[in-house]
């Protein structure tokens, strides 16, 4: 079974339809402050599970989507939850470029 975030729902109803496998049901959405909330609308009690995400533009925002969706299959007691992140933020700055003072966040 496939789930995905507000990243690109698209790109992954077009994965889940050439591997002909459904689409999971969560609700994605946010509370009043903005953090993100997941709801899991599926039994995956001992299935394997595939979370289908980039961590684009607002990098934050997806990155905490996966977070919490992850942690959620979990809870629900998924046998395996895989993550696919074909964009995956904060990769980029791998090593220091300037000085001591910059973080490595890859």
């Given amino acids: 079974m496939l789930f995905t975030g507000n990243a690109n729902p698209r790109l992954a109803s077009d994965v889940a339809k050439c591997l002909s496998i459904p689409l999971g049901r969560a609700n994605v959405g946010r ?3 903005g953090e993100a909330t997941i709801e899991i609308l599926e039994h995956v009690r ?4 595939f979370v289908l995400q980039s961590t684009s533009c607002p990098a934050n925002d997806h990155l905490m989507e996966v977070m919490l969706m992850v942690d959620a ?3 629900a007691s998924a046998s395996r939850i895989t993550a696919a992140i074909p964009y995956f933020g904060y990769a980029r700055q791998d090593r220091r470029v ?3 003072r910059v ?3 890859a």
């Fill in 103 to 105: 973080p490595i966040s």
């Fill in 46 to 49: 001992g299935r394997d599970v």
């Fill in 73 to 75: 299959l979990r809870r």
């Fill in 31 to 33: 509370f009043s402050d």
């Fill in 98 to 100: 300037r000085s001591a």
